[in-house]
């Protein structure tokens, strides 16, 4: 069967040939309340599932903004957040389903749409077991949305990505709250022991101004 445009597209993007800028937009917790528990901060959030102190909740620089324990933080030298050939620019928007303010995802009218987290060097993530994110829109751009991780570096590196309609994901204008096993992509071939994306986005291209609200990405250990 013949591979959509966008599809292919996007493995040449998971290898970064031209990534685009980093972009830090809302990557880090907001004052220095990180834990938005059962009782949070005004305005703040906890999130469908709120972090409760003892648990194992990995954040990986960005979307995020309550509790957890662990964090990779962007710092754009040896951790990145790359808009792949400037497909999409990122906006702060209020609705939000954790912390001050969930991320828009907006569209520039080209044939197809990526971002992602990419590190220079492997990570080991075999501790951690579902990868956790909460989308929302009603935009036709986002109906096939596929979220992924790559493992390997350089000319080694391979992105697996899954369709995440699978998942429970529909752009029917609610919040939908995805719980990804990372099993998944280790049965697609992804080395967890080698990590060097922990989170990629792609979508095929749409008008531009077309956007998709994401919040709440983290992994947990169960």
Partial sequence: MKKP?????????????????????????????????TEPASQLLPGPF?????????????????GRS??????????NFYLYESTVYVESDPDRVEGKSADRIVQNGKPWMGFGVHWKAERNLDAWKT??????????????????????????????????????????GEWHHLAIPVADYTAAGLKLNAVSAPFTFAAEGGAAGQFLLLDNLYFTAN
């Fill in 131 to 172: 990868l956790h994110v909460s989308m929302k829109s009603a935009d036709p751009a986002f109906a096939n949305v596929k979220v992924g991780m790559s493992s390997g570096l350089a000319a080694n590196e391979k992105g697996f990505q899954l369709a995440v309609s699978k998942y429970g994901w529909v752009n029917d």
């Fill in 50 to 66: 709120p972090y409760e102190a003892g648990q194992r909740r990995l954040m990986v620089g960005i979307f995020y903004e309550t």
């Fill in 5 to 37: 445009v966008w599809g292919l597209l996007l493995l040449l993007a998971a290898c970064r040939p031209d990534p685009g800028p980093a972009d830090y937009t809302d990557q880090g917790p907001v004052g220095t309340d990180t834990d938005g528990g």
């Fill in 70 to 79: 662990e964090d990779v933080v962007l710092d754009n030298v040896d951790t």
